[in-house]
């Protein structure tokens, strides 16, 4: 998923290349669970003939300003991305289009041409994007909700001690909580905690000033780093566990193991002989992502864990819950039907109409290194087998055979 310095590295290439430029040709997608509240029609009729005056960002959202309102804002979602013609706008690690696809891309949702021929695009590949038209989009929400940015409006040690004194909820979950403070996902969070060598389950609460003030110096560090050098992850420092927390596979940084847990309702990365619990917590079990069982095993466990194991609050987006939900639904259909009752064959099969199937079918973990298509909906299956249509009638033979009071004529 973008986070801040992605989404800074996108908003900075706008400025660079497109402020003061008129919109010349405007085209939106009719795609209307990204494009939230106004038909493309209208929004194209917003949009041609206005100047862009600038673009801003808060958190992991950003709008353009232009000479008059309402104004397009964009809210990344999962993989989102904002790309320039003939511009490296960011190489993030996930990055939802390639620069071989075609041009503008099959998942483009809004394209403009400006004045001076130049184009831009918001891509969204898995359609958890939201690409909105406000009179005042710092005044609605998303944005309105937002903590301080984690860049812009950065806290002083006093106040992140003060913060974190008040929040019973385990460090992890709390970063990731956009009302808390506003830019850090996944990766961040799990780099800063590991830079600052705080476990990810330990409480909020329990932090010393000394351990606030470590990690407040390592919140700054790491976003102003991954800003300046527009989130090209090539140019991380060698040493950050960024390099090595995809995937979820076994591996080591700087020489010690790093293991994954469930944190905040994700999964997370961090090295036990680094980070350990302390305080009332030291010792306790930590809780992993639970291994995959079989399916009578499994029935009524939440394989996604999308509840914080530490009692606190779950920060993760709504379109992460949709498609880890849809993910943990998915994953409870047995594989293959057999032989099973038609009954329940078919109402596994009317489920893939769903849009929480849809979202299973592409929205992964965002610790996956790979992308899946995500704009094509899956079709309901007929019912077309010799055997599903013959259900209901008896068998021929049977039928031949059920008046048993007639006498069998013998066969001379």
């Given at each position: 998923m973008p986070e801040l310095p992605e989404v800074e590295a996108a908003r900075r290439a706008i400025e660079e290349h497109c402020i003061g430029k008129k919109i010349k040709k405007a085209i939106i997608a009719d795609d209307s669970k990204v494009i939230d509240g106004v038909s493309p029609p209208d929004f194209v009729a917003a949009l041609v003939g206005k100047t862009i005056v600038s673009a801003l960002r808060k958190g992991k959202n950003l709008w353009l300003q232009l000479d008059s309102p309402p104004f397009p804002s964009f809210q990344f979602g999962m993989a989102g991305a904002v790309?320039?013609?003939?511009?490296?706008?960011?190489?993030?690690?996930?990055?939802?289009?390639?620069?071989?696809?075609?041009?503008?891309?099959?998942?483009?949702?809004?394209?403009v041409q400006l004045d001076d021929g130049l184009e831009l695009s918001f891509t969204d590949k898995r359609r958890f994007a939201k690409v909105r038209l406000l009179e005042d989009p710092a005044s609605k929400?998303?944005?309105s909700e937002l903590g301080p940015d984690a860049l812009l409006e950065p806290m002083t040690v006093d106040e992140l001690h003060g913060s974190l004194s008040k929040k019973k909820v385990a460090i992890k979950a709390l970063l990731l909580d956009q009302s808390f403070v506003s830019g850090i996902g996944n990766w961040i969070a799990d780099e800063v905690l590991y830079q600052a060598r705080i476990h990810p389950l330990q409480i909020a609460s329990s932090l010393s000033r000394e351990s606030s003030a470590t990690l407040h110096n390592c919140i700054k560090e790491v976003v102003q780093y991954a800003v300046e050098v527009d989130a090209d992850c090539d140019r991380f420092p060698l040493e950050w566990l960024f390099h090595f927390r995809w995937g979820k596979k076994p591996g080591k940084v700087n020489g010690k193991e790093i293991d994954f847990i469930v944190a905040g309702g994700?999964?997370?990365?961090?090295?036990?002989?680094?980070?350990?619990?302390?305080?009332?917590?030291a010792g306790k079990a930590v809780g992993k992502p639970k291994a995959r069982t079989s399916k009578k095993k499994r029935d009524g466990d939440d394989d996604d864990n999308d509840n914080n194991e530490d009692g606190g609050s779950e920060p993760a987006t709504e379109e992460e819950k949709i498609a880890r939900k849809a993910k943990s639904k998915r994953e409870l259909r047995p594989k293959s039907p057999g032989k099973k009752p038609l009954a329940?064959?078919?109402?596994?099969?009317?489920?893939?109409?769903?849009?929480?199937?849809?979202?299973?079918?592409?929205?992964?973990?965002?610790?996956?290194?790979?992308?899946?298509?995500?704009?094509?909906?899956?079709?309901?299956?007929?019912?077309?087998?010799?055997?599903?249509?013959?259900?209901g009638k008896a068998p021929k033979k049977l039928v031949n055979n059920q008046n048993t009071n007639k006498p069998r004529k013998k066969v001379k």
């Open positions: 790309y320039i013609k003939g511009v490296a706008v960011t190489k993030y690690k996930r990055s939802a289009v390639n620069d071989s696809d075609e041009w503008p891309s099959k998942y483009s949702k809004f394209f929400p998303p944005i994700r999964t997370t990365a961090y090295v036990p002989g680094l980070q350990k619990l302390n305080g009332n917590q329940k064959r078919k109402s596994k099969a009317s489920d893939t109409d769903s849009e929480e199937d849809e979202v299973a079918a592409t929205a992964d973990d965002d610790d996956d290194d790979h992308d899946h298509g995500g704009d094509q909906k899956k079709k309901p299956r007929r019912v077309t087998s010799r055997k599903q249509v013959m259900v």
